[in-house]
C-alpha cells in the first residue's frame, strides 16, 4: 500500500522502529495515515452497533447470514486492530491492563466464541448465545478513545467543546447500553419490547421521568435493571455536567480581573496586555 511505503519510509528517516512506526500510527491522529486509520476504526464501530441493533428486528434468514457475515469482518479488523496496538505497545503487560484495551478485547470476544461454537449448540442453550449477543452492546464503549483529551476530531476543537462532546457521548452510551440490557430480559415475556426501538424508548422515558406508562418491565430482572438504571443516571449525569462547569470555572480562574480604561471590559487573560476589545493599554502595562 502506497500509504504504508511512505509511513514506513518516512519513519526509516525519523529513526523509529518498526515496533515504534505500528505503535505511532495507532495512536497519531494528526498525519494522512493516522486520520484515515481513526476514521476507519469508527466507521467500523458505527457498523458494529448498527449490527446489534438491526439483530433485535425480525429478519429474513438471509438477511441474518448477511449481518453474520458483516459482523465476521469487522471484527477480524477489530482482532488486526488490538493485535497491532499490542504488538506496539512500548509496555504489553500495562496495555493488556488498560481500559480501552479491555473494552477491544470484549468487543471481540463474543464473535469469536460464537464462531467457534458447534451448530448443534445454537439448538440446545439458545440462551447462552443471547447473552453474548446482548454481550456486543458494549461494543459501543470503543467509541471513547476517540474524545479522549485532545484526540476529538483529530484536534481541532477545544477542550470545553471536548467536555460537552464527552458528556453527549457518555449520556448516549448510558441510554444505549441499558436499553441493549433491558431489551435482553424483557422480550422473551414482555409483547410490548419487541425489539431495540421500543427499549430505547422505554429508557429514555423512564430516565425522563415522563413515565407514560404505555410499556412497564413485567420481569424481576427488567424492574431490577429499571431501578439500577434510573439511580445511576440520576449520579451520572449530573456527574458529567459538573465536570463541564468545573472546567469552565478554571478557564475563568486563569482570566485576572482587569479594568480596561478604554471601554471597560474586565476579562482579560492572564498574559494581556492590551484590551481585546479595544486595544486600549492596560493599567498594568503603562
Not at 465476521?72 to 493488556?96: N, Q, S, W
Not at 431495540?196 to 424508548?201: I, L, R, S
Not at 439500577?228 to 486563569?254: K, N, T, Y
Amino acid at each position: 500500500m502506497p500509504g504504508l511505503k511512505a509511513a514506513r519510509q518516512s519513519n526509516i528517516k525519523n529513526g523509529r522502529s518498526f515496533r515504534e512506526t505500528v505503535q505511532f500510527y495507532m495512536i497519531d491522529f494528526k498525519t494522512p495515515l493516522g486520520r484515515a486509520i481513526d476514521i476507519i476504526i469508527i466507521a467500523l464501530n458505527l457498523i458494529a452497533v448498527s449490527i446489534f441493533v438491526l439483530h433485535t428486528y425480525d429478519l429474513s434468514s438471509a438477511q441474518q447470514e448477511m449481518l453474520w457475515r458483516l459482523e465476521i469482518a469487522v471484527v477480524g479488523v477489530f482482532i488486526m486492530e488490538y493485535a497491532l496496538r499490542l504488538y506496539g505497545a512500548p509496555d504489553r503487560g500495562k496495555h493488556l491492563k488498560d481500559a480501552y484495551s479491555m473494552i477491544d478485547l470484549a468487543a471481540i470476544l463474543p464473535t469469536l466464541i460464537l464462531m467457534v461454537l458447534p451448530a448443534s449448540f445454537f439448538v440446545y442453550d439458545i440462551r447462552f448465545i443471547q447473552i453474548l449477543r446482548v454481550l456486543t452492546v458494549f461494543r459501543i464503549f470503543r467509541f471513547l478513545r476517540f474524545v479522549s483529551k485532545s484526540h476529538m476530531l483529530f484536534g481541532t476543537i477545544s477542550q470545553g467543546k471536548i467536555n460537552i462532546a464527552q458528556l453527549v457521548l457518555s449520556i448516549f452510551i448510558f441510554f444505549f447500553v441499558y436499553s441493549g440490557i433491558f431489551y435482553f430480559v424483557e422480550s422473551p415475556l414482555n409483547p410490548k419490547v419487541n425489539n431495540f426501538g421500543d427499549a430505547f424508548y422505554f429508557i429514555v422515558v423512564a430516565i425522563s421521568t415522563v413515565g407514560f406508562g404505555d410499556i412497564v418491565p413485567v420481569t424481576g430482572v427488567g424492574k431490577l435493571v429499571t431501578v439500577v438504571m434510573i439511580i445511576s443516571g440520576i449520579i451520572l449525569i449530573p456527574f458529567q455536567a459538573a465536570r463541564i462547569f468545573r472546567a469552565w470555572m478554571a478557564s475563568d480562574r486563569e482570566r485576572k480581573v482587569q479594568i480596561c480604561p478604554g471601554c471597560g471590559l474586565d476579562r482579560h487573560d492572564a498574559d494581556a496586555r492590551y484590551c481585546k476589545a479595544c486595544g486600549e493599554a492596560l493599567p498594568g502595562d503603562r
